[in-house]
């Protein structure tokens, strides 16, 4: 039986849950029987969380010495809840939620918390009225749902003899995980009836205990203890052997990029998957953090490309199954076959031959990191290396995981090597992990890991698993509001402000994003304009970005090209490194900018606005991703960037021979840089070695990968430094590149122009003022007759941003402004919001509306 345990705090009269990444150190400190912890939670402060009192004192911060209350939940669980295709109740709880048996009740707090969640723009839907009829006789009646929804956000309210609930908070993320919450336990509620109806249709006593594991709670302790075998400690030394690498010298595999023809991925060398940590049951050990974290460069098995597809046709060491042999502890075993090599097929087969519901494997040593195959579109053989014939040894799980859950202890290695078991639908899971990551990101968890016997850079690689495991294929927008979840803390009562001066732009705006430490970049984040009034509430910050985008090639041609087909990209890097300093406006570090320029990005991200500018996906891609790419592929992003006229794009410079395409004699394995005399080798020796029709696809997919990925190493590793700054993490476990692909890194900093479409989105969100009811009017069939430029103006006067950040505008205002014909619109940025004279005909409208869009570049008019 597990205890989930839930720590709050009293937030005057009202519990509040500790944010996730702090619930697991405090009921790890609980466990452990000490009588107080220290925590510190940013931007709050540094506080003692005494256990035997239940007190929490503020030791640094604001208030020193401050005490309040604090309170541990605790929900008994059978292990089979948490298990795919099992079931198992909550048998005892001390959560508001849990106390709840009416289904009328539950049934108003998902309605309710659904309305809210489906349009949170709408703040009719934010309240409810307890004394109305929807109400009165569910959530009226009570407590523990007012408690309940108390706890996630709600404010009551009286007026009168009415009662509100209200919520009043702008971020409403909380509200899905509540609502998820809601949803679990009216299924569970329903499943009861269920069960009882069925037991009293078959003679049951109206007394009779009925659970859906079909087992009394006195039989559910008993069976607790002969869930498994002992289990020895898992204190096994870390591990520093390699697997055997004979069959993957240079780790090269093919992808299936079309039903027709398969083309192989190139890899300069990517090791063979060696020594990392390891993930089975009594065999968890710390290990190597290798292949869980490294970059994904040199010595370290690279991921597949975000959403690529893995036939099992795909890998030339998978032509016939991997044979293995599962080995229980009681010595019985046998050989098994594996089609997919994958984690789910592997612990399905082990479910199987064990009669184990919860089973773990492992290799005889426990050093191969069988959990990162969790990972959807991996093969164990590619995330651990695991060879044929190797034994794999199964052990019962579900004790362990018991025991590690109640403690607090569960790591997320011990999540991925059973991954595929688990009833991830259920809300506690996902909550344990984006709060065990934020942590880890965070920085915030050595305590834990010390007592979980684990590192933070192990711990992270699972992450990543498990992450796309659980959000991989969920829509863009999903997946972007767990990326939120997961950026660091912003101090919110702390601010930095970017002071700019718009007449040396790009200067003040470089220098100023330089000089921020990591800290800085974690507050509240600003933009003052020199001169100018406006105080920054989103407007002046999203007129930032889109400034910052659109100058980087016209103010610094040294660094940054724009491409024939309209995307940007930095230029080579000895370009960059030996340009004249006056054309990178007297900046002698060329890393430092390109990080600077990724900052920005990162903090446009954290804000869901968009720089306006599109980059290049192959810059991207070796960004977010790496630089292991195939000859079709590097051809598609140079046919994306250059356009389809470059041969090099054409597959006809495959199929001709050299002397048809006039390209015979001259050429050599090496290339020289474009707009430079400077010459690379792209093999040693390469410019002394001619090219032939024999080596040709070898020469092409050597040259391209210079060309668009070698020569601008060092440029995407400063970008990807800048935005770690921000966003935290490491390539492999940021939050942000782990979850979005290069294409959608692409749109999400681009953002979208005005088109017919948008333009129709952005009216039916706008809320318009009945007194300019006729000018609002004549605006839209202005926008609507005009083109996307016009319609970019417009936006930006508006909003600060000349095009949509993805998902469109939320809210817009339209309302009067004083003046009349001869008077200009004025807006509030920060607000979304027009303001329109009175006008007395549509072609002064648009006429004054022209004139403030062209001549408005700041925010001295409001």
């Known amino acids: 039986m597990a205890e989930f345990a839930r720590w709050q705090w009293d937030d005057i009269g009202q519990w509040r849950d500790f944010a996730e990444q702090y619930q697991a150190e405090m009921e790890a400190g609980f466990q452990s029987r000490v009588n107080s912890i220290e925590l510190t939670i940013p931007p709050h402060g540094t506080f003692r969380m005494d256990l035997n009192r239940m007190e929490q004192v503020t030791v640094r911060g604001r208030n020193p010495g401050y005490q309040r209350s604090i309170r541990r939940q605790a929900r008994r669980i059978e292990a089979g809840y948490f298990i795919l295709g099992q079931e198992g109740e909550i048998f005892a709880s001390d959560a508001a939620i849990d106390q709840i048996e009416a289904e009328s009740v539950l049934e108003a707090m998902a309605s309710l918390l659904g309305r809210i969640v489906e349009d949170p723009e709408d703040f009719g839907r934010r309240s409810a009225n307890l004394e109305d009829d929807e109400y009165r006789d569910t959530l009226g009646e009570s407590e523990e749902a007012v408690e309940f929804l108390q706890e996630r956000g709600f404010e009551q309210i009286e007026e009168g003899s009415a009662v509100f609930l209200v919520f009043m908070q702008d971020d409403i993320s909380g509200l899905r995980d509540a609502l998820r919450e809601v949803e679990a336990r009216l299924e569970c509620v329903r499943r009861q009836s269920r069960g009882s109806a069925g037991a009293a249709a078959s003679g049951g006593g109206a007394d009779e205990q009925v659970w859906s594991n079909e087992a009394p709670v006195e039989q559910a302790e008993e069976a607790e203890q002969v869930l498994s075998n002992d289990v020895p400690s898992n204190d096994v030394p870390p591990s520093n052997d390699v697997p055997p690498s004979n069959e993957n010298p240079n780790w090269c595999e093919e992808v299936a990029a079309s039903p027709e023809r398969k083309q192989k991925r190139f890899s300069a060398d990517d090791g063979g998957g060696g020594g990392s940590a390891a993930v089975a049951g009594n065999k968890l050990g710390t290990g190597n953090a290798t292949a869980a974290t490294q970059e994904a460069e040199g010595d370290a098995p690279t991921p597949l490309a975000f959403g690529a597809?893995?036939?099992?046709?795909?890998?030339?060491?998978?032509?016939?199954p991997r044979v293995m042999r599962l080995a229980l502890p009681s010595g019985e075993g046998r050989d098994l076959e594996l089609a997919e090599d994958t984690l789910e097929e592997l612990l399905n087969e082990a479910v199987k031959f064990s009669g184990f519901r919860l089973p773990v494997v492992c290799t005889e040593r426990g050093e191969k990191?069988?959990?990162?195959?969790?990972?959807?579109?991996?093969?164990?053989?590619?995330?651990?290396?695991?060879?044929?014939?190797?034994?794999?040894?199964?052990?019962?799980?579900?004790?362990?995981?018991?025991?590690?859950?109640?403690?607090?202890?569960?790591?997320?290695?011990?999540?991925?090597?059973?991954?595929?078991?688990?009833?991830?639908?259920?809300?506690?899971?996902?909550?344990?992990?984006?709060?065990?990551?934020?942590?880890?990101?965070?920085?915030?968890?050595?305590?834990?890991?010390?007592?979980?016997?684990?590192?933070a850079e192990v711990e992270l690689g699972y992450g990543r698993a498990l992450l796309r495991l659980l959000y991989g294929d969920k829509p863009l927008e999903e997946r972007f509001e767990v990326v939120k979840k997961l950026l660091p803390s912003e101090k919110r009562d702390e601010k930095t402000v970017l002071k700019v001066d718009r007449s040396d732009f790009m200067t003040s705006a470089l220098t100023g994003l330089h000089s921020l430490s990591r800290q800085q970049l974690h507050k509240q984040f600003a933009v003052q304009f020199r001169g100018e009034?406006?105080?920054?509430?989103?407007?002046p910050r999203r007129d930032f970005f889109t400034s910052f985008g659109t100058r980087l090639v016209e103010e610094l041609p040294a660094l940054w090209k724009r491409a024939p087909k309209g995307v940007l990209a930095p230029v080579a890097d000895l370009i960059a490194e030996t340009s004249p300093s006056s054309d990178r406006l007297g900046f002698d570090d060329v890393k430092a900018v390109y990080r600077a320029c990724g900052r920005v990005c990162a903090l446009s991200a954290r804000y869901g606005d968009v720089v306006g500018e599109?980059?290049?996906?192959?810059?991207?891609?070796?960004?977010?991703?790496?630089?292991?790419?195939?000859?079709?592929?590097?051809?598609?992003?140079?046919?994306?960037?250059?356009?389809?006229?470059?041969?090099?794009?054409?597959?006809?410079?495959?199929?001709?021979?050299?002397?048809?395409?006039?390209?015979?004699?001259?050429?050599?394995?090496?290339?020289?840089?474009?707009?430079?005399?400077?010459?690379?080798?792209?093999?040693?020796?390469?410019?002394?070695v001619p090219v032939t029709d024999d080596n040709k696809a070898e020469w092409l997919e050597l040259h391209l990968h210079d060309k668009l990925y070698g020569s601008l190493r060092k440029a995407a590793d400063a970008f990807r430094e800048g935005l770690l700054d921000v966003l935290g993490g490491s390539r492999r476990t940021c939050p942000l590149l782990v979850l979005l692909s290069p294409t959608e890194l692409a749109r999400l900093w681009a953002g979208s122009c005005v088109g017919p479409e948008e333009l129709r989105k952005w009216q039916e969100v706008a809320s318009v003022s009945s007194e300019v009811k006729q000018q609002a009017s004549w605006l839209w069939e202005i926008l609507q007759d005009g083109d996307e430029a016009l319609r970019g103006r417009v936006l930006k006067f508006?909003?600060?941003?000349?095009?949509?950040?993805?998902?469109?505008?939320?809210?817009?205002?339209?309302?009067?402004?004083?003046?009349?014909?001869?008077?200009?619109?004025?807006?509030?940025?920060?607000?979304?919001?027009?303001?329109?004279?009175?006008?007395?005909?549509?072609?002064?409208?648009?006429?004054?509306?022209?004139?403030a869009a062209e001549l408005c570049d700041g925010f001295q008019v409001l």
Not at 309 to 320: H, I, N, Q
Not at 648 to 671: I, Q
Request: proline share 5%; with cysteine.
């Open 309 to 320: 597809a893995t036939p099992s046709e795909a890998s030339p060491l998978r032509a016939r």
């Open 369 to 455: 990191p069988l959990g990162l195959g969790a990972e959807p579109g991996t093969s164990l053989y590619k995330v651990a290396g695991l060879q044929d014939g190797e034994t794999l040894c199964v052990e019962d799980f579900e004790k362990p995981f018991v025991e590690k859950l109640s403690s607090g202890l569960l790591r997320l290695q011990d999540l991925a090597s059973v991954a595929p078991l688990l009833a991830w639908q259920k809300p506690e899971l996902p909550r344990l992990l984006l709060g065990r990551l934020r942590s880890l990101l965070e920085g915030s968890c050595d305590g834990w890991c010390s007592a979980a016997k684990c590192s």
């Open 533 to 539: 009034v406006a105080e920054d509430h989103g407007g």
């Open 614 to 688: 599109e980059f290049a996906g192959f810059f991207l891609h070796q960004v977010a991703r790496d630089d292991t790419v195939c000859l079709e592929e590097l051809q598609r992003q140079l046919s994306e960037s250059e356009g389809n006229e470059d041969i090099r794009t054409k597959k006809v410079v495959l199929e001709k021979s050299l002397s048809d395409l006039g390209m015979s004699g001259g050429l050599t394995l090496s290339r020289v840089i474009t707009n430079t005399d400077t010459e690379v080798e792209l093999v040693p020796g390469g410019r002394d």
């Open 798 to 851: 508006a909003t600060g941003m000349h095009r949509l950040a993805e998902g469109g505008l939320q809210c817009f205002e339209v309302q009067p402004a004083d003046g009349g014909d001869e008077s200009l619109p004025s807006a509030m940025t920060c607000a979304n919001m027009l303001q329109l004279p009175r006008y007395t005909s549509k072609a002064i409208l648009k006429q004054q509306l022209e004139k």
